[in-house]
RNA sequence: CGGGAUGUAGCGCAGCUUGGUUAGCGCGCCACGUUCGGGACGUGGAGGCCGGGAGUUCGAAUCUCCCCAUCCCGACCA
């Protein structure tokens, strides 16, 4: 059946909401799509529903076509099946938390790897049943510190999870990469310009990882993406290629006084006004950071880094797991052997833990602290002078760095994470000992892959890359139907050849959103512009020559169609 | 959790500095009439605990204090 305007629960707005400042945020709630019910929580009103239903069924079709089996679970979860994995406490403030009226725990689902690892842990028991992949297209729940964007970043929001079950790591494989490939004809049937990203596995343990990123201004992810060859990869996970080690020779190091120096910049100053020819990117920052890691006591890192770089934190953190970082330290009052602003890597005590990114390369000569107030030492090579107890990268990325891949530029660009699948191995399978018999009778720990898409967030990155300043251009293959037809005038002719050809578009297989409004015309075109139904049918004054207009809605190109030939011309695009 | 901004009709806003009739404008909504291919016009309507509480005052949307909520930035975030 048409959607008939008069009728349709729709209202749309003339101006943007206050509250909102992304395009998709304020094109959702103008075009009558959602509206907000509490921070980060939204209402599907019907013409939004429709392509949020749009967006699912291409996921399940592809889910579906990939050998994937669809179940659904409840968001409604007993505090047990959390607690074997210990992501009850873990989880934290994110977690949605609820007692029934015995008092007992509940939480509203935020990621379901528990209940498909115990579902398949109580169905199946063979390596015969094996490979086996499951999902579903469910609400899930995250307390979200700072819900924001409208839905693109929400505290309920759709998502489709799946998991894969396997006897052993060449399965897992294969189990990744069909996931991968029907990601890539989800993500295109869309319509959405994205990019696969090397990803970290971060908490949720396990190894290989890629994230689908919609590219957008908006999006929260930045990601780096080389100019010549196809490497891409999250800012967090960007691999630093070592500069080779150098064996050239340096004179001895050398400790200099420096008073009031406690900044790369005043150090920098102080040098080159002695006559060091030398920048910020000769010296070696070195940062002291906060690591706590769940049931052990806090400690405390040292992170060498060139001084025309800050530490990327959050990129420390994903190559530091599972210790989780906290912070900068401020406070030294708790470590003496420590002189704040001048730190150096030589002649650190044994219990303070010091590594450097890999920019730092063997063999390279530095600018640094010399650990005693208002002093810094010259000539400090990495190898003679220190030797670090790692290589960490953790030095923050920036556009115009080295692809380790093949040495040309990278960019840096910003995404909406839409999709992320990852290898997750056997932390759950062994957490709930999910076992199967295998060939030669005994039992098989299973290895398990992670894969989801966020169904609604999809629906919002779509907007974010298809729309202009009258509205949502949205592709076909989602949009809430495929045209819009609009009679315009006085004369009850148009009216009623828009409810003849409503009739034959629909008998052709056409959804039709129908404006019987009796709208004037400027308002009915607006709305149509601003609803953003891929081709828009106008019947007026050009019935009188047995022609209607077609608007195509993506490239504003009209054009004037015989009245026998619209069906056919609507038809075949 | 830190920083900033904002709460006045369904939506978008003004009024607050300098307290004083019945709190105003645009959009939307209702009725009637005119209009009818790019957000038409007229006339008449409906719709407000001015975020909440306490205070100052003869009198508070307006001044003071406290609280709450929302949005943005950061921290945080399978």
């Not at 002695?274 to 010296?283: L, Q, R, S």
């Not at 009679?487 to 019987?516: H, N, Q």
């Not at 400027?522 to 019947?539: H, I, M």
Request: proline share 6%; aromatic share 8%.
């Amino acid at each position: 059946m048409a959607l008939r305007m008069s009728t349709l629960f729709l209202r749309t707005l003339r101006e943007d909401p206050a509250d909102a400042d992304v395009p998709s945020h304020k094109l959702l709630v103008r075009a009558g799509c959602v509206r907000r019910v509490a921070p980060g929580v939204y209402t599907w009103l019907p013409f939004g529903k429709i392509v949020l239903e749009n967006v699912a069924r291409v996921v399940r079709e592809e889910m579906d076509r990939m050998g994937a089996q669809e179940v659904l679970f409840p968001a409604l979860l007993p505090r047990e099946v959390y607690d074997a994995t210990g992501r009850w406490t873990e989880y934290g403030d994110n977690l949605f938390r609820l007692k029934d009226r015995k008092g007992a725990d509940y939480l509203l689902g935020p990621t379901h790897e528990e209940m498909f690892t115990l579902l398949v842990k109580s169905e199946y028991s063979s390596y015969k049943d094996l490979p086996v992949s499951l999902y579903q297209i469910q609400n899930k729940y995250r307390d979200e510190a700072r819900p924001r964007a409208g839905i693109l970043r929400g505290r309920e929001f759709l998502m489709k999870d799946s998991y894969s079950f396997d006897l052993s790591d060449e399965g897992l494989q294969a189990s990744y990469d069909l996931h991968r490939a029907a990601y890539v004809r989800i993500f295109e049937r869309l319509g959405l310009d994205y990019r696969i990203v090397y990803a970290v596995a971060g908490a949720m343990g396990g190894s290989s990882s890629e994230e689908f990123l919609a590219v957008a201004p908006s999006g929260e992810d930045e990601y780096v993406s080389c100019t010549a060859c196809d490497y891409a990869a999250n800012t967090e996970a960007v691999e630093t290629s070592a500069p080779p080690a150098l064996d050239a020779e340096h004179p001895p190091s050398e400790v200099l006084d420096t008073p009031d120096t406690p900044t790369i910049e005043t150090l920098v100053d102080l040098l080159r006004s002695k006559g060091y020819d030398i920048t910020a990117a000769n010296t070696l920052k070195n940062v002291v950071v906060k690591l706590q890691t769940p049931g052990k006591d806090d400690e405390i890192l040292v992170v060498g880094v060139p001084g025309d770089r800050e530490v990327d934190l959050k990129r420390l953190e994903a190559n530091v797991y599972p210790a989780e970082v906290a912070g900068v330290l401020d406070d030294f009052s708790a470590y003496p052997e420590l002189v704040r602003g001048y730190i150096g890597p030589q002649g650190l005590p044994e219990s303070v833990r010091y590594v450097v990114d890999p920019s730092v390369a063997p063999g390279s000569a530095w600018v640094t602290g010399a650990n005693a107030e208002g002093r810094h030492a010259v000539n400090v090579v990495h190898g003679r002078d220190f030797t670090p107890s790692g290589v960490v990268p953790a030095a923050e990325v920036r556009a115009g760095d080295l692809c380790p891949r093949c040495g040309a530029a990278l960019e840096i660009n910003r995404g909406i994470e839409i999709g992320h699948i990852f290898q997750l191995g056997r932390k759950f399978a062994d957490a709930f000992e999910l076992d199967v018999l295998g060939p030669e009778g005994k039992p098989v720990r299973v290895t398990m892959g992670s894969y989801g898409i966020g169904v609604s967030r999809a629906v919002a990155a779509i907007v974010e890359q298809h729309y202009d300043d009258n509205g949502i251009v949205w592709p076909r293959c989602v949009a809430p139907a495929d045209v819009h037809v609009v009679p315009v005038g006085k004369d009850p002719a148009a009216l009623e050849a828009a409810e003849k050809y409503t009739v034959e578009f629909e008998a052709a297989g056409l959804r039709v959103l129908l404006d019987d409004r009796g709208a004037s015309a400027g308002v009915a075109f607006a709305d149509a512009d601003l609803l953003g139904v891929p081709y828009v049918v106008t019947f007026g004054r050009t019935l009188k020559d047995g022609q209607a207009e077609v608007k195509d809605r993506a490239t504003g190109e009209r054009t004037l169609v015989a009245l026998d030939d619209l069906v056919e011309t609507l038809t075949l695009r």
